[in-house]
Each structure stands twice: as C-alpha cells, then as structure tokens.
C-alpha cells in the first residue's frame, strides 16, 4: 500500500474493518469507489450520510425507521396481538422475506451470554415483558438462534412472558428445505426425528 | 428487506453492487454500520467525500495522488530509468508491498481487449510511448496478467516501444513460491520447465 495516497490508505484501513471484508477484498472495493467517482463513491458517501442522520430506532419494536415508529408497528394490516422476537434486525428482515409472519416483532439487539457479559438489561428485554402486559399480546414466537446463547436467552424470556399468561412458541426446527441428510449435524437430525409428522 | 426504512435498503443496494459484495453481505455490512453510527459510519462516509474531492491521478503515471504527481514520481530515490507497467493501481500496491521494485511506474488503466472494444488510446499507452521517449528510459517491465488480454498487450506495447530503443522485459513464469506442482496447471508447468535453473 506505499506509494498511495495518504486519503485511500485510510479508506482501505477502514472497508478492511467491515464484516465479511479483508485487506485484499478492502483494496478491490476501494478501488473500484476512486475509479467510479461520480456514479458510486459520491452517491454513496452521500447515502451513508443520510441513513447516519435520518435512521433511528422504532421508540416500540426497534426496528429501523426515519420516524418515531416504524412501518410495521405503524401498519393497521399487521396484527397486534403476535408478536415475533428477534435477535437483530437482519432476522426481522428474514422473517419479513419468508412472507408468512402478519404480526408485530420486537428486536432484543442481541443474545444474553455469559462469557460476553451481556445481562437482560443491556438488551431490549425489560421492555419486550412491559410491552406484553401493556398490550394485548395473546403469542410471543421466540425466533431465535439455535445456539447456546440464543436458546438461553429463549429460557429466559419463555419463564418471564410464562407469568404474565402470554402463550410462548419457538421455531420448529428440523431438516432445512434442500437439506440433504448426510450434510446435517446429529443435533438436526435428533431434532427432526422428534418433530416427525405422520404421512 | 420489507419493513425497513429507505435510506437503509438504498444504501444495501448500493453496498451489493461492490466487488466481493451480493445481497447478504451487503446487509450484514449495512447493519453494522447503523449500528455502529458514530464510530464507524459517520468517519467512513466523511473519509468517502474526501477521496472524492481530493484524490486524482497522478500526470505521469497514472497512479492515485493528492497533488499534481504522486509520491513515487516526485521521489528522488526511484530510479527514473526504470519503468514498471502495470494494468492497474492494484498491481502497483502489489509491486510495492513486494518492495523489490525501486523504479517508476505506468499505470495503464486496463488491458487491451478485442471482446470489450478496449484499444490503445482507451489506455494509457500512448502517454507510455510518448513517456519512453521524452524521459531516458532504459528499461520498461511489462509487469501484466498471465491472460489472453495481458498477453496481448504486453505484445501491442513490446512492439511499439522495441521501435524506440528501449530494453523491454516482462515478469517471469514459473511455480509459485509455496506452490504445489499437483495443484498447478500445464501452462504453468510448462513455462517453469521452459525457465529452469541449474542447481
């Protein structure tokens, strides 16, 4: 990287720091932003700046939104009284691709766990319990990780949403749709054994 | 993507229009820049709009500069007898990591190339000749891919600056240092058979 200027040396050190994204990766992308000025890397700058001062979090599910609250919680079409708890919300916009969800979520913005030191406090657990007495929830649907983490913090919500009478579900799991058996853990299989269906 | 706010899915497709990048990591990257505003996203945007506005090509070689020359043109220590031709700025960061190469450069832009209608004057190669023969060059390294259009081009210039007088050579070929013979293919093979060395 010497013989470069000062300013892509720092944008390189920078992209190489984003999930998923390298140096070699990080020096491709940041060449490929200086060669197409106008078309991509002012456009983008500007979109990052925009999304920096307009995007908030909805004040009820924490969704992302440019108002107080967000679409979801806002639309009239999605029903009140289901609420899907997420990890994050690229599991909301899982959910909302897979199409079959019609109710309201709430994005805990993280997994209880023990060896990272993050307590029910840290995440948006306090106000999923204040929302479901609040509101008239009827179902929580616990759509979280199947690791240790997120099955802990699913017993840990299951035991507090349990006391205020809200009925509580998880995720089926299973063989995914194209999975091929020789290809899944035992825990899988174990599991979809279980959850088997009558013919 | 549904039920997210705007900004954020504009700025997801833009982020999956990179290299590297498609749909999934693209969301993974934007996520963790609303999550992370002021740490990562506001100095990434900031750095973008001032590689924007300050960054520019070098008048001599091609490469990336702030000013008017880069540094490796305007440096006293590169021997200015030298040449190293290279498609791209990549090529010379890699040269450059490399550390071996004390001479200049000439960044050509791209490669010649029959089946994108890429021809000399779309590239830096008439500034190269023109280049060769103001300056006292004594050597030009056409430092190309090992391509069809890399070979073409090194042919293409070879040709224009032998006429000059200059001293033209390109890289050699051979087996990678840490590569294994089973995984290399016959061109490669071939080639380092062609340039062995007596032990």
Request: glycine share 10%; proline share 3%; aromatic share 4%.
């Amino acid at each position: 990287m010497d013989g470069g200027a000062q300013e892509i040396v720092a944008l390189v050190e920078m992209l190489s720091k984003l999930p998923g994204l390298g140096p070699r990766s990080a020096r491709r992308v940041a060449l490929h932003l200086v060669k197409r000025r106008t078309q991509v890397l002012v456009p983008l700058g500007d979109m990052m700046k925009r999304v920096a001062e307009n995007i908030r979090e909805c004040g009820i599910c924490g969704n992302f939104c440019t108002g107080e609250l967000c679409d979801i919680c806002l639309s009239r079409e999605r029903d009140s009284r289901i609420i899907c708890v997420v990890q994050d919300v690229a599991d909301l916009w899982a959910m909302e691709r897979g199409g079959d969800f019609s109710g309201r979520y709430h994005v805990l913005g993280g997994l209880l766990s023990y060896i990272d030191d993050v307590g029910p406090e840290t995440l948006r657990i306090p106000q999923l319990i204040e929302r479901v007495r609040a509101e008239s929830v009827a179902e929580a649907i616990l759509a979280l990780s199947a690791t240790v983490d997120g099955q802990t913090t699913v017993h840990y919500i299951a035991e507090k949403l349990v006391e205020s009478g809200v009925s509580v579900s998880t995720l089926g799991q299973g063989v995914p749709i194209g999975g091929e058996l020789d290809y899944l853990d035992d825990g899988t299989i174990s599991a979809a054994l279980k959850s088997r269906k009558t013919y």
